[in-house]
């Protein structure tokens, strides 16, 4: 007598309970309602903070890990080349994890995995082996980045108040406490011990913020076979947005990234190299810039309600370019490290603020778009800034941070915080180009038409008359005619020389 086959419960519906990740994400959260300000700050300034925190142990250990594994200059380019690849990769996924699953979940497994991956690198035994082991890293820091930014911007909207800046002091923060718990550990021991204890202790610290962000999330009723057939048209229309308006955002933080990157990567040695700093100046400048950034971004809600996004976007970018000036400029360390302070005042909270205006346009599609493009600028600058430098000097090549901080400047009058207004004038202002373009092409084309043939029109006769000429003079030059002994005289029609 065979016994029945156990069929999964079901709901009453008949769909089964847990026929997805969707399902297991609904029955992971508390049934309780989302928590309050006061008990989700600090888990989400912590999932900030954590993730600064291991990003800068590691930036303290590159010159171990590089010693370990045998690397070059250039094999160790091409190695951490690999964490901004890896990140990139993740970001667009994660956007629609986050849509689909909940931000604080993703978030909390990313954390979980941030506090895994970590320990790689310092296991790695050669330059493959560190490749991969970044590859994945960068991947999963690009799944926080991403899922972290998108929870700072569901609190803004529940809150109606900027608090995206002072969650991203968490990060510079922690990014100062992991560089220089690492730069201790690095005289203490060897990679591998260092990386596994950060490892356990963002496991703990990851499972004491899940509950707090996953119950972040909003319920998501189960739904009936009709609702569930209709979801995917409601998840195509949630997921349209204005991209253009969302690239220009993000163009926004790739400035900031690329200014970011060539001071962290660049600007100790210009301080030591060009203008002969001591190791403790050149190592000033990195923390001073760093130090500016997080303060200034504690105090980032009260300068925009004090001065307005796009006061503070514009204003800051141009603030920072001016700073670069000085930095580059100056012939004294000390005044280019104030410099550098001065840039890190500057891009403070122009990163937090575009990837919020991105978030409240497209959500957590608009964040992973953003953060995407603007993450382009922090892969794309070092190597840029390299070149640059091996061409036209290091300071020539900083100096292309003022640049593009200016043109960030410029790009933020443009974006303001109303997002229709933005979109109309985009729109417009597209519209009105295509017209001008298409304009100029068919003004310009009828021109070019008319003169082609009034060209032709009056060199026909010409050309015909001088190809006669030259075929009469043709056994002569050749010096196969009767007259071939002649001496040559000009040609005045085309300024050859011809017998007379």
């Given at each position: 007598m065979s016994l029945p086959t156990p069929q999964p419960a079901l709901l009453p519906t008949g769909t089964p309970r847990v026929r997805n990740l969707a399902g297991l994400a609904h029955r992971m959260r508390p049934s309780a309602g989302p928590p309050s300000w006061r008990r989700l700050q600090p888990a989400i300034t912590a999932l900030f903070a954590f993730d600064g925190f291991v990003f800068g142990s590691w930036a303290a250990r590159i010159p171990d890990v590089t010693t370990q594994v045998g690397a070059t200059e250039s094999t160790l380019g091409v190695a951490l080349l690999c964490v901004s690849l890896g990140a990139l990769a993740s970001m667009q996924l994660t956007g629609a994890l986050c849509a689909r699953l909940g931000s604080g979940l993703v978030g909390a497994v990313g954390a979980l995995l941030l506090g895994v991956v970590v320990a790689l690198p310092g296991f790695a035994s050669s330059v493959p082996e560190l490749c991969a082991a970044l590859l994945v890293f960068g991947a999963v820091t690009g799944v926080v980045n991403v899922a972290a930014n998108s929870l700072g911007v569901q609190a803004e909207q529940r809150r109606s108040k900027s608090v995206l800046p002072s969650l991203h002091a968490g990060f510079s923060f922690g990014g100062l406490g992991g560089a220089a718990v690492g730069g201790l550990a690095s005289t203490i021991g060897p990679v591998?011990?260092?990386?596994?204890?950060?490892?356990?202790?963002?496991?703990?610290?990851?499972?004491?913020?899940?509950?707090?962000?996953?119950?972040?999330?909003?319920?998501?009723?189960?739904?009936?076979?009709?609702?569930?057939?209709?979801?995917?048209?409601?998840?195509?229309?949630?997921?349209?947005?204005?991209?253009?308006?969302?690239?220009?955002?993000?163009?926004?933080?790739?400035?900031?990234?690329?200014?970011?990157?060539?001071?962290?990567?660049?600007?100790?040695?210009?301080?030591?190299?060009?203008?002969?700093?001591?190791?403790?100046?050149?190592?000033?400048?990195?923390?001073?810039?760093?130090?500016?950034?997080?303060?200034?971004?504690?105090?980032?809600?009260?300068?925009?309600?004090?001065?307005?996004?796009?006061?503070?976007?514009?204003?800051?970018?141009?603030?920072?370019?001016?700073?670069?000036?000085?930095?580059?400029?100056?012939?004294?360390?000390?005044?280019?490290?104030?410099?550098?302070?001065?840039?890190?005042?500057?891009?403070?909270?122009?990163?937090?603020?575009?990837?919020?205006?991105?978030?409240?346009?497209?959500?957590?599609?608009?964040?992973?778009?953003?953060?995407?493009?603007?993450?382009?600028?922090?892969?794309?600058?070092?190597?840029?800034?390299?070149?640059?430098?091996?061409?036209?000097?290091?300071?020539?090549?900083?100096?292309?941070?003022?640049?593009?901080?200016?043109?960030?400047?410029?790009?933020?009058?443009?974006?303001?915080?109303?997002?229709?207004?933005?979109?109309?004038?985009?729109?417009?202002?597209?519209?009105?180009?295509?017209?001008?373009?298409?304009?100029?092409?068919?003004?310009?084309?009828?021109?070019?038409?008319?003169?082609?043939?009034?060209?032709?029109?009056?060199?026909?006769?010409?050309?015909?008359?001088?190809?006669?000429?030259?075929?009469?003079?043709l056994p002569i030059l050749t010096g196969e005619g009767p007259d071939a002994d002649r001496p040559l005289q000009p040609y005045p029609g085309l300024g050859l020389t011809t017998t007379g």
């Open positions: 591998a011990p260092h990386l596994l204890v950060v490892a356990g202790a963002g496991l703990l610290l990851s499972a004491a913020i899940a509950p707090t962000l996953t119950a972040a999330d909003p319920a998501r009723p189960r739904l009936h076979r009709a609702a569930a057939a209709a979801a995917p048209a409601d998840r195509r229309r949630s997921t349209a947005f204005p991209r253009a308006l969302v690239v220009v955002l993000g163009l926004i933080a790739g400035c900031t990234a690329y200014g970011e990157g060539a001071l962290t990567d660049w600007g100790a040695l210009h301080l030591r190299d060009t203008l002969h700093a001591s190791p403790l100046v050149a190592a000033a400048g990195y923390a001073g810039f760093s130090l500016a950034m997080a303060c200034c971004r504690l105090g980032g809600s009260a300068l925009i309600r004090a001065l307005g996004e796009t006061r503070l976007l514009a204003g800051g970018a141009l603030l920072a370019a001016a700073g670069m000036l000085v930095a580059v400029l100056s012939p004294a360390a000390w005044v280019a490290v104030g410099g550098f302070v001065v840039v890190g005042l500057g891009l403070a909270n122009i990163f937090p603020i575009a990837i919020a205006r991105a978030g409240a346009a497209g959500g957590a599609g608009g964040v992973a778009l953003a953060s995407t493009v603007g993450y382009s600028g922090l892969l794309g600058g070092p190597p840029v800034i390299g070149f640059l430098a091996a061409t036209a000097g290091l300071p020539f090549a900083l100096a292309t941070v003022s640049v593009l901080a200016t043109v960030a400047a410029g790009l933020a009058v443009v974006v303001t915080a109303e997002r229709p207004a933005v979109r109309s004038r985009l729109t417009t202002a597209g519209s009105r180009l295509a017209d001008a373009s298409a304009r100029a092409v068919a003004t310009q084309g009828a021109l070019l038409v008319g003169a082609s043939a009034r060209v032709a029109t009056g060199l026909g006769p010409a050309l015909r008359a001088a190809a006669a000429d030259f075929a009469r003079e």
